[in-house]
């Protein structure tokens, strides 16, 4: 490159092939990222997070299902209100609320989360099963 352009691009005098350099800069990288410590940080660290993440989701799903119970007890205990002979308007608008809350609550894709959460757990992958998937690189 240099011989070809002169000393307006290049101020040195050192030449080197575009493919040497290549080769050298990959292979750099290779042993630097590649190296089976590292390697296993970067699994390991998103295993943690997986970890966090899967925990953080099961606290919601934990929440809304103990939200859930509430309101149905307060459904219920309005209910035999009735039953007994204490309706009146605002105990008809109380459940029509609530209903309207439990409702609410239960979106299409909740289901499918919930059956997921249960199976599916990223950080028992082990990092050797991990690690096979990326032998295409080296």
């Given amino acids: 490159m240099h011989a070809q352009r002169g000393n307006s691009v290049c101020q040195?005098?050192?030449?080197?092939?575009r493919q040497q350099l290549e080769q050298r800069l990959l292979s750099g990288l290779q042993d630097k990222v590649l190296r089976e410590e590292f390697v296993d940080y970067v699994i390991l660290a998103r295993q943690e997070e997986s970890q966090r993440r899967h925990e953080a989701f099961?606290?919601?799903?934990?929440?809304?299902r103990d939200e859930t119970q509430r309101i149905e007890a307060e459904l219920k205990r309005l209910v035999e209100r009735i039953a007994v002979g204490n309706g009146s308007p605002t105990i008809m608008a109380a459940i029509t609320e609530r209903e309207a809350r439990l409702r609410g609550r239960s979106s299409p894709g909740?289901?499918?989360f919930k059956?997921?959460?249960?199976?599916?757990?990223?950080w028992r992958v082990r990092?050797?099963?991990?690690?096979?998937?990326l032998?295409?690189?080296?």
């Avoid at 040195?12 to 092939?17: A, D, T, W, Y």
């Avoid at 990092?127 to 998937?133: A, C």
């Avoid at 032998?135 to 080296?138: A, D, E, F, H, V």
């Fill in 12 to 17: 040195n005098s050192l030449r080197i092939q």
């Fill in 58 to 64: 099961e606290w919601r799903l934990k929440a809304l």
């Fill in 110 to 112: 909740r289901d499918q």
């Fill in 115 to 122: 059956k997921n959460s249960m199976s599916y757990a990223p």
């Fill in 127 to 133: 990092p050797q099963f991990m690690r096979r998937g």
């Fill in 135 to 138: 032998s295409w690189l080296s």
